[in-house]
């Protein structure tokens, strides 16, 4: 627990750190392209389209999911995926890609995945903006239940925090991991609720589904954009969450305290 506490700790003590450098990465990202930062929004658009296309006016053949267009049921699923997806990458190749130049200064390296996390909020607040657009159009609003997207939000960057540290420091030390990790992202994408509707699932399928942290949250997303369920409703399933993100706490701090003072020795 301490060390969970000394790790949460260097967070808020180099907040400011965390912001100046996540902010310079996003300008440098785009820097030598012409539309600059508006392709943080255009990408994900595209990928919308190719998805609604294939999925929605293909396979569904247009179909609504319940009363709700499957267009805004798929952005409610596909929004926060765009985010996750890539943070989870990106941050788990975070120690590895930058401790050759950080092991020459004092730098906590516990921030480089929160650095990450931050840099990527941007396009992700700017697609939910998209989303509330989309919504208005439909005339859709959830009423009350918009009231627990805080909590959904807070489980997405504790999941994203915790699970990013874990894989930045085993996929520091043992590269293979990160191979695997992006072909289980992958794999992900059509084990989560993005796609294809929970309740079509046959009965037996759904709680080994379940174990997906990821389906919690982007259930979490849609209940709290269309309505439908308060996150206290299952409470079985909430304590099963934060178990998981409590153990996986626990764990990734051990091992980055185990091996933080190594990293380079790995490169």
Known sequence: MKAVLQLLREQYENKHLIFRLAAFEQRSKFQLHYLGALWQLFSPLMQVIVFF???????????PVGDTPFFVWLLCGLIPWFFISPTVLQGSNSIHQKIKMVSKMKFPVSVLPSIVIVGNSISFFVMLGVLCIVLAIYSIFSGVYLLQ????????????????LFSATIATVVRDYYQLLQAG??????????????????????PILQLNPLYYILNGFRDSFIGGAWFYEDIPYMIYFWAGILLLSFIGAYVFNKFKNSFVDYL
Request: with cysteine.
């Open 53 to 63: 296309v294939i999925f929605g006016l293909g396979i569904r053949s247009g179909a």
């Open 149 to 164: 997207l805080p909590y959904y939000m807070l489980c997405m960057y504790a999941f994203l925090y915790v699970f990013a």
């Open 185 to 206: 992202m992958r794999m992900l994408f059509f084990l989560s609720p993005i796609i294809w509707v929970p309740s079509s699932m046959p009965e037996y399928l759904q």
